[in-house]
């Protein structure tokens, strides 16, 4: 990526002083916070997450940790979650089963809400007896407990 170089440089600029003093290799630490920057931008948040968490480890230097922190914070509020609602005759389907993107995202009833990506999936519900139904839905970032329903 194009911008990548110049995050480094201003990483490198930014943190010279602490990282000097660190005595450490820093090179994963500010590898991680790049990456995570980038998959932030690219709306991988939760891929982001798992550099930012990286980054925010003790073994990194301080400053990079207090930055690290403050994007992960900011990642995990950005992380949509969604929960289904799938009901036949009035009850719950204790036995649905629901894929996103054609991967398996939840078995019977789900309790939690999942964590997704934002943007457009395509969400099938399977319930015992009936044929599958497919739902399109634009998941926004920020948004918390988005109720899916069939």
Do not use: W
Not at 31 to 52: M, P
Not at 71 to 79: D, K, R
């Amino acid at each position: 990526m194009k911008n990548s170089g110049f995050l480094a440089t201003l990483l490198c600029c930014v943190f010279i002083g602490p990282l000097a003093a660190y005595g450490g290799d820093a090179s994963q630490c500010i590898t991680s916070l790049e990456n995570g920057q980038v998959l932030r931008g690219n709306g991988r948040l939760q891929d982001a997450r798992k550099e930012f968490m990286r980054c925010a480890e003790r073994a990194c230097p301080s400053s990079l940790q207090l930055q690290c922190d403050k994007f992960l914070e900011e990642v995990n509020t950005a992380i949509p979650t969604v929960v289904f609602s799938i009901t036949v005759d009035g009850e719950d389907a204790i036995d649905a089963t629901v894929d996103m993107d054609g991967a398996r995202v939840a078995n019977g009833v789900a309790l939690r809400g999942i964590e997704v990506e934002p943007g457009l999936h395509a969400f099938t519900f399977k319930v015992p007896g009936f044929p599958p139904v497919e739902r399109k839905v634009v998941i926004r970032e920020g948004e918390q407990r988005k109720t899916i329903a069939l």
